[in-house]
């Protein structure tokens, strides 16, 4: 979204420190901190990467959140999949628009997200009712009425099945993947790619498994390790903390005879 800031948007304050507030701007509103509050009337109407400052005299940049900050800030019920691993899902999975997607495993709904605003068309299946409306009410938040009419959701169990055929991917961040890999080959096209997240090698192994049992090919595993650097002048190291193992990626494609 371009052009000044309006009421009910969500916008991202960053003070001199680099700490983030997520709000949701209303006339008349206040943003309350530390350094005393920001007036919401102060951001409607003007564009993003202004300075503003509090009530106290401290500086705040302000600006439209990414894809990114909102998973970091969003409600969630369930831990939500990294920045780093939803991008390398999207590459891997080829996700592009018009793809119709099963997803199983909603959470939060940070990877829904993803893809639907890579264009997919979802139908999602989440167990519990919690975080199946925490996802449906952080993707409406998020990317509006529109991305929610490509996102049919259930609540249900994949483990029992699918409903449902030709679909071309298959995504799944659930505790044991392997008990939906028998369902694929009647729910998933020929050549299409399933793809599991998963945090333990144990459970890599099991789907793995199972994907050559029904036929899978190409299956590989992956992880992502993500690095920032510090750099101040000539004083250039990388940062002592890493975000480094969040889960596994195994995919492969549906290999008919």
Known sequence: MTGPLEPGERVLLIDAKQRQYLLVLKPGGE???????????DLLG??????????RGMK??????????????????????YPKDLA?????????????VFESGLGSGALSMAMLRAGAIITGYELRA??????????ESF?????????????????DGIDGAGFDRMVLDLPEPWQVVPHAPGALRS?????????SVTQVMRVTDALIEQG??????????????????????PDHRMVAHTGFLTHGRLRTS
């Not at 943003?31 to 009337?41: L, N, R, T």
């Not at 705040?60 to 999949?81: C, E, H, N, W």
């Not at 049919?152 to 169990?157: F, K, L, M, V, Y």
């Open 88 to 100: 390398t899902i999207l590459m891997v999975a080829d996700i592009a628009p018009g793809l119709r």
């Open 46 to 55: 003007q564009d993003e990467g202004r300075v503003v400052a509090s009530a």
């Open 60 to 81: 705040f940049s302000v600006y439209r959140p990414t894809l990114s900050d909102f998973v970091y800030k969003m409600p969630r019920g369930a831990q939500v999949i």
């Open 191 to 199: 050549g299409g790619i399933l793809l599991a997240y998963t945090p």
């Open 31 to 41: 943003f309350h901190s530390h350094a005393g509050p920001v007036k919401h009337d």
């Open 216 to 237: 899978f090919d190409q299956i590989q595993t992956l992880e992502v390790l993500h690095r920032t650097w510090h750099v101040e002048g000539q004083a250039v190291r």
């Open 143 to 159: 990317l509006g009425e529109e991305a929610l009419a490509r996102y049919h959701t259930q609540e249900r169990s994949s483990y």
């Open 130 to 139: 919690d975080f199946l409306a925490r996802a449906r009410e952080n993707v």
